[in-house]
């Protein structure tokens, strides 16, 4: 068995709180801070299952098509595995990978001639695409994208298990490594959302539509507060339901500007009666990784504030 990174969890989870964490000055560190020894993956945790993919052994060197792949990959500890990334892929800084343009045009022939045991994607490829790496003995995982914090759990879980296997188990807590990733990722989301406290909050897309239920900014936004738009999925303005109280918050995709916001006739009534406007970027929910915790840090910076017509 040839010999692969491992961070372990006690690691895996202080970079994760590094980042999630919320200090007196608001502050989140600029670059994923990760360590860990090399150490042999017994033969015992493979074959495992990823994505719903078997595995006969882990993964030595990957494609990440997705950027929220990639930042978990570099948390875990194993950037050095990655061969190829997508275009989209720009963070960590650190990244020296290969670019093999992205899941809606791969460039899959690069990928081939990379050799990776695996291509990550939260996407999924065409079946063709697909056919074309399995043919050249690539594995395809494509990871769930989650809409609430079990799935959160699960993103983190299934991508350390194509590293670690499911049944390798944390000797300090006994239970499965990649499960207790997994956890460890949503409790470190949950702490760092305890210092905000919404009250009541919508968020505006940079689609100008609402989020609801079963959408990820409805679960990560709803552990500091409770979201008034009830309805399932992204709402467009014209059919979300007003409620009679206006919201403490209306929470808006940083690419918004303040006209945006009042073209529509409901938010600026929102905004007329006392709801308070902030702004955040939209990636920390299109890359469910550890820095969605940043989502936090923005809404409390006093740079968001709620600003003037001009």
Request: charged letters at 20%; one cysteine or more.
């Amino acid at each position: 068995m040839k010999r692969i990174a491992k961070i372990p969890i006690i690691a895996a989870l202080c970079g994760a709180l590094l980042l999630s964490g919320c200090d007196n000055g608001n502050s989140v560190p600029s670059e994923i801070v990760v360590s860990g020894e090399s150490s042999d993956v017994g033969e015992s945790y493979f074959p495992a299952s990823s994505c719903g993919v078997t595995l006969e052994k882990a993964v030595e060197k990957a494609v990440s098509l997705s950027p929220a792949a990639t930042e978990i990959i570099c948390e875990l500890g194993f950037q050095s595995a990655l061969v190829g990334v997508s275009s989209y892929c720009d963070y960590p800084t650190t990244l020296s990978a290969a670019k093999v343009g992205s899941t809606e045009n791969p460039d899959i022939n690069r990928i081939i001639g990379l050799k990776p045991d695996a291509v990550i994607t939260l996407s999924a490829l065409s079946e063709r695409e697909i056919y074309a790496l399995n043919q050249a003995g690539i594995a395809v995982l494509t990871a769930p994208v989650p809409t609430n914090m079990e799935e959160y759990s699960a993103l983190y879980r299934e991508i350390s298990a194509a590293f670690y296997g499911k049944e390798q188990t944390d000797s300090e807590k006994g239970i499965a490594k990649s499960a207790q990733i997994g956890r460890d990722a949503r409790s470190a989301l949950e702490k760092a959302s305890g210092e905000v406290k919404l009250g009541s909050y919508i968020y505006i897309t940079g689609k100008l539509t609402i989020a609801g239920a079963n959408t990820f900014e409805n679960a990560v936004l709803s552990l500091s507060g409770e979201n008034i738009c009830k309805e399932s999925g992204y709402i467009a303005r014209e059919d979300f339901k007003v409620p009679e109280t206006a919201p403490e918050y209306l929470i808006a995709d940083s690419s918004l500007t303040y006209a945006d916001i009042t073209s529509s006739g409901i938010l600026s009534s929102f905004l007329e009666n006392g709801s308070k406007l902030r702004y955040v970027s939209s990636r920390c929910f299109e890359r469910p990784t550890a820095r969605t915790a940043e989502v936090f840090t923005e809404i409390t910076n006093p740079e968001t504030s709620e600003p003037t017509e001009e």
